[in-house]
């Protein structure tokens, strides 16, 4: 016999095997976790040096976990005598700013950690894009 509801009047209880109830509840916390992984930081590497095709893959990339509601953090990683050339790195972040343009908000500028620089970026709540696509979902309902 296992006390379901305590607060109720009367109390709730059921004649249940335990093992089976523990199971259950541990598949309902389980289930409450799996859907509160909204908001992951999501990291995706760059080069330099990296093509334009390379990097507009990337950013499609990017494009598709800021649509889930996550962040995305954008590094440049520098190999060996790349380093003598920050400004690569920089171009680069540059461009990927310019592909997202108003649809995002940096939450943290882009800074040097050892051998990589990084930026933090997040996706612009009630932006223009966001109801773009809000009224795109809306079309292909009807």
């Not at 680069?92 to 500028?109: H, S, T």
């Amino acid at each position: 016999m296992i006390e379901v509801a305590t607060n109720a009047d009367p109390p709730v209880a059921r004649i249940l095997d335990f093992q089976k109830f523990r199971y259950q509840e541990n598949k309902k916390e389980q289930a409450a976790k799996k859907g509160s992984d909204a908001g992951e930081l999501k990291e995706l590497w760059l080069s330099p040096r990296i093509a334009e095709h390379d990097l507009q893959v990337r950013l499609k990339r990017a494009d598709e976990f800021l649509k889930d509601g996550h962040k995305v953090k954008l590094t440049v990683k520098f190999k060996g005598r790349e380093m003598a050339h920050p400004e690569n790195g920089h171009q680069v972040l540059q461009k990927a700013m310019g592909y997202f343009g108003e649809r995002i908000l940096v939450e943290r500028e882009s800074k040097f950690e050892g051998r990589r620089l990084s930026i933090i970026i997040g996706r612009q709540k009630g932006g223009q894009h966001e109801q773009n696509e809000n009224e795109q979902v809306n079309t292909k309902k009807d």
